[in-house]
């Protein structure tokens, strides 16, 4: 969750196929799945501290979802969704255990560094190229259901 929230928000899929190849000269650099689009970031620290912690010499993923016993497409992919099924699970008790007022999933990283950007001014554009976007479009959807809850959070205080 950290470091899909430190990475461009980063969705599951995408990292679990991460290898020390995505890494170079402080960058972290990866094709997007969903859109085959190219994403180029600077390496937050706090992501390399968790790409240390996590990554094991023996396999070839930086993060342990997938490894070298999954060899077919079929199989990496119901491993990454039986994973992410267990991790939202926890990550819903989290959100639970914080009172937060949305369930917590891996996907709220997502949205969460979206609207952080664009809290800090950061223009649509630069937002869209580094979440992989296909159109500032897209983007700016995403942004808007964002602004939605905070909209209507900040209208309940009214009375």
């Given at each position: 969750f950290i470091f899909s929230y430190l990475m461009g928000g980063i969705n599951f899929v995408d990292m679990s196929y991460l290898t020390l190849s995505n890494l170079e000269d402080g960058k972290l650099i990866y094709t997007r799945r969903k859109?085959?689009?190219?994403?180029?970031?600077?390496?937050?620290?706090?992501?390399?501290?968790?790409v240390k912690k996590?990554?094991?010499?023996?396999?070839?993923?930086?993060?342990?979802i997938l490894s070298n016993f999954f060899g077919t497409d079929q199989q990496k992919t119901d491993?990454?969704?039986?994973?992410?099924?267990?991790?939202?699970?926890?990550?819903?008790?989290?959100?639970?255990?914080?009172?937060?007022?949305?369930?917590?999933?891996?996907?709220?990283?997502?949205?969460?560094?979206a609207s952080v950007l664009k809290k800090e001014g950061v223009p649509i554009s630069v937002i869209s190229e580094s979440m992989g976007h296909a159109t500032e479009k897209i983007t700016q959807t995403y942004l808007e259901r964002l602004d939605y809850s905070q909209l209507k959070s900040a209208m309940e205080k009214l009375i």
């Open positions: 859109t085959g689009k190219v994403i180029i970031l600077p390496i937050h620290p706090k992501a390399i501290e968790l996590y990554y094991r010499d023996d396999e070839p993923y930086l993060f342990p491993r990454i969704h039986r994973v992410m099924g267990r991790v939202n699970k926890k990550l819903k008790i989290i959100g639970i255990e914080l009172n937060l007022p949305i369930v917590l999933t891996t996907y709220v990283a997502r949205h969460t560094y």
